[in-house]
């Protein structure tokens, strides 16, 4: 009869036991939430054999048969090249206005933010009308206005703005100089390539000094100073190692040198001044948040009010600022995306817009752009967390 | 609007198990209304009116099927596509019929799933620039800036022929034609390339129309169609047939001034059988006998949509050239109607 309770209370308690209906629950939603994949997954493609649309990635080998306007990095051609590099070639396109634009959107935010903040009343205002008459408009629109209304009305190329001898603006872009690599430039990479290590070593050695001793060392200026006259004289030793290729007047538009696009930079423009009015906000308020009394007990320590801003209110600044930034970066990426509308060759105008046409692969053209959006997006998200936590408040 | 058709396909894809073979027609009737897939502007092929009323030669291909199947060329609603959203649109079921300048080609027909039912205009494609480059022919393009309208046969024949003959260009791709149109004029580009039915109407609606010219190279085959999706014979059949019924409407002088005096009097048989006074034509196709009857009455027949919408005396003032019938000259040749 004991045994009898015993058993019964046992089991009872096994149902009645959290841990034990907890697992049981998880358990259930993993086994519902993967037979809702396969079925989904199952019907699509069960339903695209039925409709005769042929499925997979063997398109991505098929010759590609288009021209495509920007291709930076790698060689194309349009009888030869696949699918599988306008993928490529569209991703290349895409990081590239992504960066410049960050880097951009950064420098305007940072300037802009600063200056809202300006004592100078005209200062002052022409900040917030920037930031309110930007942040108001829809990026698309301003898009338009870039590529329609401000670069198309630059003079045609036969009357290019010329500034300089050598650098050409008219409505099909900017032409500058292009630097042609010879035989013996390897020295020049490496120059610079030493030049960035050792700014990082004297930065190291600066700071150890400046614990130990209490003297500053101009770790700026030495930098600079590196990164521009180590590889200048590399290029002295080994002869100038390369040919300068300038812009001229060819039939239709400017031939050689190298050019920025009106279509990139509209995109860049665009993007640069849409996002930076949203970091200005964020880095307004970031300033906002530390305390008067930190500038006020910088000042009584005898600090400058530039070594107050870079020293003791940014580093503190930054950690209100880094987590919204993280997502500014995010939606320059993503937003990049509009370059279809202006006719930029980013990774959604020519891999999921032409190819997806050309092929007819619509889920698989599409599936890989989520994917590569997604990706880059992830990325940029670790690269922020670890940034940051380095300059987050270290607690002892 | 892309991705909206986009996942229009994917959930008719995932969902909609049993509607994949279900006949067309059927639902067309049930609805009361043919969804037409047209393009989002083209003066003289399918573009809004000042009253907002679709007008054009496409247009009237769409009007002539609901005046087959209804007997009344109004119950048709449009779906403006871009020429990268068609295919999806027409996939995905959210069109029954895509009659939009499209081209025939291999791979639209067997790869994506696709019916063409015939060519109702016989095009190639062309250039225009500015008559101000002084260029004479499209071989003196080298190096040139062109816009070009995104996922169409226009990018690949453009790439070819620059191939071909040993040049090379920079091209810049939009999602419309108004944006391409835009950026030419803006001088953002030398050349606009498309099919030379679309130069001539884009150039019917810009300002200054001499100041631009159309190149005499011709570079392609654009045998140009309307489509229906793969696996529904009968709807395929409807579609195909009132495009036959328009051209040899022509051929035998039935138009839609003289269509009802036949109607009572001819002697000639196959006038009679395609007006429906003789055989079931109509009945075979699972639409009444006078549905052909009804297209000419309401619609006009091919020659007459032409005149009305392309030819001269129109803004884009195009000649018959290949497309008039082929004891004329041209390569129109319907299939007999009997």
Sequence with gaps: ??????????????????????????????????????????????????????????????????????????????????????????????????????????????????????????????????????????????????????????????????????????????????????????????????????????????????????????????????????????????????????????????????????????????????????????????????????????????????????????PQALRVIVPPLTSQYLNLVKNSSLATAIGYADITAIFAGTSLNQTGQAIECIMITMLFYLSISLLISMFMNWYNKRIALVER | MKKASFIAVATAATFMATAATAATLDDVKAKGFIQCGVTTGLAGFAAPNNDGKWEGFDVDFCRAMSAAVFGDPEKVKYTPTTAKERFTALQSGEIDVLARNTTW????????????????????????????LGVKSALELDGARVCVQSGTTTELNLADYFTANGMKYDSVVFDTADEVREAYLKDTCDVYTTDQSGLYAQRSVIADPEAHIVLPEVISKEPLGPLVRHGDNQWGDIARWTLNAMIEAEELNVSSANVDDLKANTKNPGIQRMLGTSGDLGQQLGLTNEWAYNIIKNVGNYGESFARNLGEGTALNIARGLNAQWNKGGILYAPPLR
Excluded at chain 1, 73 to 91: A, F
Aim: charged share 10%; net charge neutral; hydrophobic share 50%.
């Design chain 2, 105 to 132: 080609t291999f791979s639209r027909d067997v790869n994506l799933g696709f019916e063409f039912v015939g060519v109702n205009y016989y095009d190639g494609q062309g250039f225009m620039v500015k008559k101000s």
């Design chain 1, 1 to 314: 009869m004991t045994t009898d309770v015993q058993g019964s209370t046992s089991s009872d308690s096994m149902l009645r036991d959290p841990k034990v209906r907890a697992i049981f629950y998880q358990i259930l939603v993993i086994v519902l939430f993967i037979l809702f994949v396969a079925y989904v997954g199952h019907n699509t493609a069960v339903n695209l054999e039925k409709r005769g649309i042929a499925s997979g990635f063997n398109f991505l080998s098929q010759p590609a048969g288009f021209g495509i306007g920007i291709v930076l990095l790698m060689d194309y051609d349009s009888q030869t090249s696949t699918h599988l590099d306008v993928l490529i070639i569209g991703i290349i396109n895409t990081l590239a206005v992504s960066v410049s634009g960050i880097f951009l959107a950064t420098i305007i935010g940072f300037i802009f933010g600063v200056l809202r903040l300006s004592k100078n009343w005209i200062v002052n205002k022409i900040a917030a009308v920037y930031i309110e008459v930007i942040r108001n408009i829809p990026l698309l629109v301003q898009l338009m206005f870039w590529y329609f209304a401000v670069l198309s009305v630059l003079p045609l190329v036969k009357d290019s703005i010329h500034i300089g001898d050598n650098f050409l603006i008219n409505n099909r872009g900017v032409s500058f100089p292009a630097i042609i690599p010879s035989s013996g430039f390897w020295l020049i990479t490496v120059a610079l390539l030493v030049a960035i290590v050792l700014c990082f070593v004297i930065s190291k050695w600066a700071h150890k000094r400046q614990d130990l001793t209490g003297q500053t060392f101009p770790v700026f200026w030495a930098s600079v100073g590196l990164i521009i006259f180590l590889p200048v004289i590399a290029s002295l030793i080994m002869g100038n190692p390369f040919e300068i290729n300038y812009p001229e007047y060819g039939r239709f538009s400017i031939t050689g040198g190298w050019s920025l696009e009106p279509e990139f930079l509209a995109l860049l423009l665009g993007l640069a001044i849409y996002t930076g009015a949203f970091i200005a906000e964020i880095v307004r308020s970031g300033i906002n948040a530390v305390s008067h009394g930190q500038t006020e007990a910088a000042h009584s320590l005898g600090l400058s009010p530039g070594k107050t801003t870079r020293l003791v209110v940014l």
